[in-house]
Structures are given as C-alpha cells and as structure tokens.
C-alpha cells in the first residue's frame, strides 16, 4: 500500500501542497486530478522522487521513500512514467524494453547494440504484447506516432516488475480512441494486482477508469471519491469542473478541463 501523510512541499513562501493525505492499495487505480496550480504535479513529483519533501511522508508497504532517489525507489518495486514520453528514439522498439529488463536485472553495461539485441527478447516480447505493441517490436522509436510512444514507456516501466505504477498524465496528447485504449490497460494493470496512482486533466481517462479520485485545489486535498460522487461535489464542480456542466465527462472531451 502506497500511504501519503501529511505530505508538504514549500517553494519559499509558496505552500505548493499543503498536508495531503491519502493511500492506494494494491489493485486499486487512483486518479488526481485539480486545477492550474491546485499542486497535483507538485505533489506527484514528491510522491516519485523528483522533490524532497518539507513535511511528511510517503511510505509504500510501510517503508519510508521519503529519502530515496528515483532510482532506489525503482528497486522497491515503485516505477513512473512522464508526461512527455521518456523513450531512446536511437534504439528500437524491442531494444527499448530489452535494455528496460537488463537494467532491472543489474546488467546496465550493453557494449553494442548487437549484444543488446540478444538479450532478454522473450522477456520483452512479451511486455511489448501486454502493452498492444507487437507489430512495432522492429521499428525505430523515432518513426513511431505519439500515442505508440506512450504505451512503450509504459512497457519500459513494467520491465521492473513494479508493484507501484505511477503514472503522469498518461492520456497526454492523445486522440480519444487511443485514450480509451492506453487507459483501459492501466485498468486492466491495476485489475491484476497493482497499485496505480496516475494524474489527469482529460476527464474522459478518469470517468471508467479510476476506483477513486482525489482532488488536489490550492495545495489541499479538497475532496475523494468516485467518480460521480466528486463530479457531484459542490467545491469541485465550482472551482474545477464549472457549474453549468450537466456531464462533467464532456470537460475532458473538449479539452475545456486542465489540471
């Protein structure tokens, strides 16, 4: 279980987030969601590694990350992705995720990439197949339209066999058909056992997708629940998702909604 305690983090007189709280079980899928500035990102930075903390803490299976760099909490099973696809264009598409599953055997000296190309292939193969990509094993990354970028970094984050997958913005810049279909393997993750905790503005990539949702505004944790209990919240729809939206869904359609 992923458990977030007070956590804070201050850019000068700036109280970015300001004593969050919440946990994500394993098997769950969690989204957080907020406005411009509301300190989602912050606080999913903290939550990675990317900040140190002011306050607080955060621990997964009751152990501190509190101190530890992303690399370290990689090791503990907790894995990320960005909003911008981190993926080596140089490399193919199968050599991706054979380097992903070399580095998380120790093995991160790779001399050529003729060696790499014989290394681990079943392995990443298969997290190829899991994330729908295949038929692109042999392309060069570089070629590949954005929406495939995206699910090969996700298939480079399961090559650490995480237990923890964090997820930033994860339909960013994607077309409504291929939101449907990366989000639908994030639930079908969390559905065999993962914690996920992913951050959002398209609001088409929460409604069916998340167990839960928090929302983050002016630093606080304004409200949780699903879906439709916060689209219902009085708080959120008027400083989030606006008053006069009969179906709060149609603000990520319209890309009218921004976290």
């Known amino acids: 279980m992923l458990q977030v305690q007070q956590l804070a983090k201050h850019f000068g007189g700036v109280r970015a987030v300001d004593g969050v709280s919440f946990e994500v079980a394993a098997g769950e899928c969690v989204a957080l969601i907020g406005p411009n500035g509301a300190g989602k990102s912050t606080c999913f930075a903290c939550i990675a590694g990317q900040y140190p ?12 990350l509190d101190k530890l760099a992303p690399a370290a909490r990689l090791q503990q099973g907790v894995a990320r992705t960005f909003q911008v696809a981190q993926v080596f264009e140089a490399l193919s598409v199968l050599q991706n995720v054979q380097l992903a599953v070399q580095a ?26 899991q994330a729908g990509l295949s038929d692109l094993a042999g392309e060069d990354v570089l070629s590949l339209p954005y929406g495939a970028k995206k699910r090969l970094e996700l298939a480079v984050a399961l090559a650490a066999r995480p237990r923890l997958l964090l997820l930033d913005e994860p339909a960013a810049g994607l077309a409504e058909a291929e939101r449907a279909g990366l989000m639908q393997l994030v639930k079908t993750l969390a559905g065999q056992g993962m914690a996920v905790l992913y951050t959002e503005h398209n609001m088409d990539a929460v409604a069916g997708t998340a167990d839960r949702v928090l929302v983050l505004i002016e630093g606080r944790l304004a409200a949780q629940g699903t879906f439709d209990e916060i689209s219902r919240d009085g708080t959120v729809r008027r400083l989030y998702l606006g008053e006069g939206r009969d179906d709060p869904q149609a603000k990520g359609k319209n890309g009218a909604s921004h976290a």
Do not use: C, E, P, Y
């Not at 903390?53 to 501190?64: I, K, M, P, Q, S």
């Open 53 to 64: 903390l002011t306050g607080g803490h955060v621990l997964w299976n009751g152990r501190a």
């Open 104 to 129: 998380a055997l120790g093995r991160q000296a790779i001399s050529a990439f003729k060696s790499l190309d014989r290394q681990a292939r079943d392995t990443a193969k298969m997290l190829l197949a």
